[in-house]
């Protein structure tokens, strides 16, 4: 099984990391990249903004990235309803190297993902 983390993020895509390292520094360029783009739209300055204002910037305009470890993601599909080759094509993406895949062409994660513990990570930033 490979081990890590699988992170939705609010385009949709999925993306695996092997580490909880490389997930705390994605998601902080996101949210960075976030907060940039909401100084841009409404004049504000980032270095003015209180860490409250920053939290809401962050995830103001697509949300949030949501995070899983791929064992309970893989344990979850597993115990779904979905039909088997469907449930072998995930696991299979899961266990080997696909770094990258898109909620839209597996319409059924997206319900699997919400019967996951998410992992917060927020209590890992700096």
């Given at each position: 099984m490979?081990?890590?983390?699988?992170?939705?993020?609010?385009?949709?895509?999925?993306?695996?990391?092997?580490?909880?390292n490389?997930?705390?520094?994605?998601?902080?360029?996101?949210?960075?990249?976030?907060?940039?783009?909401?100084?841009?739209?409404?004049e504000?300055?980032?270095d003015?903004?209180?860490?409250?204002e920053?939290?809401?910037?962050?995830?103001?305009?697509?949300?949030?990235?949501?995070?899983?470890?791929?064992?309970?993601?893989?344990?979850?599909?597993?115990?779904?309803?979905?039909?088997q080759?469907?449930?072998?094509?995930?696991?299979?993406?899961?266990?080997?190297?696909?770094?990258?895949?898109?909620?839209e062409?597996?319409?059924?994660?997206?319900?699997?993902?919400?019967?996951?513990?998410?992992?917060?990570?927020?209590?890992y930033?700096?």
């Open positions: 490979k081990e890590g983390y699988i992170v939705l993020m609010p385009n949709e895509d999925i993306i695996q990391l092997d580490n909880l490389d997930v705390v520094l994605m998601i902080q360029e996101f949210n960075k990249k976030t907060i940039e783009e909401y100084c841009d739209d409404y504000i300055e980032y003015d903004m209180s860490k409250n920053m939290n809401f910037a962050s995830g103001y305009s697509v949300g949030m990235p949501r995070v899983f470890k791929t064992e309970d993601v893989v344990d979850m599909i597993k115990k779904s309803d979905i039909i080759c469907e449930k072998d094509s995930l696991i299979s993406k899961f266990k080997l190297t696909e770094k990258t895949i898109n909620l062409d597996y319409p059924d994660l997206e319900d699997i993902l919400d019967e996951c513990d998410e992992i917060a990570v927020e209590n930033f700096d």
